[in-house]
Nanobody, 120 residues
Framework: VQLQASGGGLVQPGGSLRLSCAAS????????VGWYRQAPGKQRELVAT???????NYADSVQGRFTISRDYAKNTMYLQMNSLKPEDTAVYYC???????????????WGQGTQVTVSS
């Protein structure tokens, strides 16, 4: 099982980006998924999560600007980021708790990270 993140890039303040994270491998079920970010010199922090039932949770700093969603059929999660600010600059990581078909136990996986830079 692996997670592949994509969609990062350079954007001007006020702009938008959409991150994607696709899970692949022998997957039985995907439980909660989420996005985290880590800026230079800072600890990794939670951005947003969504449960298997669709309940979402956001960091205060992104509430109202970012939207997390998931496509159950494609085993893919998304992070729509609007009204981006320079302080949103970071490496963004996706995370998912996945039950694989090998041992049927929930295991946490991380994507490889995708750089988001907000600058004029």
């Amino acid at each position: 099982v692996q997670l592949q993140a994509s969609g990062g890039g350079l954007v001007q303040p006020g702009g938008s980006l959409r991150l994607s994270c696709a899970a692949s491998g022998s997957i039985f079920r995907i439980n909660a998924v989420g996005w985290y970010r880590q800026a230079p010199g800072k600890q990794r922090e939670l951005v947003a999560t969504i449960t298997s039932g669709g309940t979402t949770n956001y960091a205060d700093s992104v509430q109202g600007r970012f939207t997390i969603s998931r496509d159950y059929a494609k085993n893919t999660m998304y992070l729509q980021m609007n009204s981006l600010k320079p302080e949103d600059t970071a490496v963004y990581y996706c995370n998912a708790e996945i039950v694989g078909r090998v041992n049927y136990r929930p295991i946490g996986y991380w994507g490889q990270g995708t750089q988001v830079t907000v600058s004029s």
